[in-house]
């Protein structure tokens, strides 16, 4: 089945432990992206990518890090997570920056 | 400049109404303009989209109007179902050398009553 993954789903952890969020595709798509979905603000788009190691800053990459060392994988790394970065977050692809296809989310909580 | 703006912030609609749902932008850089569908604990689903060199697109129930000049879209949705009741977010894109950079609006929660 053609999807994207995240992992975790839900996670709560403290101020400042550092934690990634993992996501995969088995489309074979070139452009992948992270948003964080806050209420009232809807998507906000943390980085962007188009292939290994293209990757980019998007409207909101405070706080935030990628990598993309493979095609399908594309994970956001918080390297000292405060509590305003509880958020929602979601990760797409695409096979051409068109139409995205959206992973299930991440729901995360720093206390 | 990079903002999307989108109203209502909710809408109520009887079933068999037309729900309409606007947007405006402000960056003439945008060339691709998406409408997405999300229901609760999912992920946003593209419902559909257009680029500026067309002034309308229909797919089903749903049609983009698009005004370049006035640099608004809005989302139509014709005989409303129950089923759309959803929270509608529209977006705008630009590709550069890295990607393609999207800018979504606050989205709108659409009500339809049976």
């Known amino acids: 089945e053609a999807q994207v993954t995240q992992n975790p789903r839900y996670l709560i952890t403290v101020t400042g432990k550092k934690l990634t969020v993992t996501c995969s595709q088995n489309m074979n798509h070139e452009y992948m992206s992270w948003y964080r979905q806050d209420p009232g603000l809807g998507l906000r788009q943390i980085y962007y990518s188009m292939n290994v190691e293209v990757t980019d800053k998007g409207d909101v990459p405070e706080g935030y890090k990628v990598s993309r060392k493979e095609k399908r994988n594309f994970p956001l790394i918080l390297e000292s997570p405060s509590p305003n970065q509880t958020s929602l977050y979601f990760c797409?692809?695409?096979?051409?920056?068109?139409?995205?296809?959206f992973g299930p989310g991440t729901r995360l909580t720093v206390l | 400049q990079q903002q999307v703006k989108q109203s209502p912030q909710s809408l109520i609609v009887q079933k068999g109404g037309i729900s309409i749902i606007n947007c405006a932008y402000e960056?003439?850089?945008?060339?691709?303009f998406p409408w997405y569908q999300q229901f609760p604990g999912k992920g946003p689903a593209l419902l559909i989209a257009i680029r500026p060199d067309v002034s309308e697109k229909k797919e089903g129930r749903f049609t983009i109007s698009f005004n370049k000049s006035a640099k608004q879209f809005s989302l139509h949705i014709m005989d409303s179902q129950p089923g759309d009741s959803a929270t509608y977010f529209c977006?705008?894109?630009?590709?550069?050398?890295?990607?393609?950079?999207?800018?979504f609006g606050p989205g709108t929660r659409l009500s339809v009553l049976p």
């Open positions: 977006a705008a894109s630009t590709s550069d050398n890295y990607g393609q950079n999207f800018v």
């Open positions: 960056n003439t850089a945008f060339d691709y």
């Open positions: 797409a692809s695409s096979p051409a920056g068109d139409e995205q296809f």
